[in-house]
C-alpha cells in the first residue's frame, strides 16, 4: 500500500506543508472516486433499466456492465489528461 501512496503522491512526511497537502490529495482523491461511482449508477442505470423492479434481468446486466466499463475507460481518459496538462502547467511555473 505505501508503495501506492507513495507513487500517487501520498507518501509520508514530516514536513507540515507536504502532510497537508497529501491529506488533501487523499480527500480529493475519495471525492472524485465518490463522483465517479454517483454518476457512473446515475447515467447507467437510467439508461439500462428502464422500469425497475425486484432483480435486472440478464439483458439489463449486460447494459449496465457494458456502460460502467465505457464510462470508467472514459474517465479515466480525461483524469489522465488532465493530470498530464496540470503536471505540464506545473513544469512551466517551475522553469519562469
Same mark, same amino acid.
Given at each position: 500500500?505505501? &508503495?501506492?501512496?507513495?507513487? $500517487?503522491g501520498?507518501? &509520508?512526511?514530516t514536513d =507540515? %506543508?507536504?502532510t497537508?497537502m497529501n491529506q488533501?490529495?487523499? #480527500?480529493?482523491a475519495v471525492?472524485?472516486?465518490r463522483q465517479l461511482i454517483?454518476k457512473?449508477n446515475?447515467? @447507467?442505470f437510467e439508461? @439500462?433499466? =428502464? %422500469? =425497475?423492479?425486484?432483480? $435486472? &434481468? !440478464?439483458? #439489463?446486466?449486460? @447494459?449496465?456492465? +457494458? @456502460?460502467?466499463e ?6 479515466n481518459?480525461v483524469?489522465r489528461?488532465?493530470i498530464? !496538462?496540470i +503536471? +505540464?502547467e506545473?513544469? !512551466?511555473?517551475?522553469?519562469i
Amino acid at each position: 500500500m505505501d &508503495s501506492i501512496s507513495n507513487s $500517487l503522491g501520498f507518501g &509520508s512526511s514530516t514536513d =507540515p %506543508k507536504s502532510t497537508i497537502m497529501n491529506q488533501v490529495r487523499q #480527500e480529493a482523491a475519495v471525492t472524485n472516486a465518490r463522483q465517479l461511482i454517483e454518476k457512473l449508477n446515475e447515467h @447507467c442505470f437510467e439508461k @439500462c433499466v =428502464p %422500469k =425497475p423492479g425486484s432483480s $435486472l &434481468s !440478464r439483458g #439489463e446486466e449486460t @447494459c449496465f456492465t +457494458q @456502460c460502467m466499463e465505457k464510462y470508467m475507460a472514459a474517465w479515466n481518459t480525461v483524469s489522465r489528461q488532465y493530470i498530464a !496538462r496540470i +503536471q +505540464q502547467e506545473q513544469g !512551466r511555473m517551475g522553469t519562469i
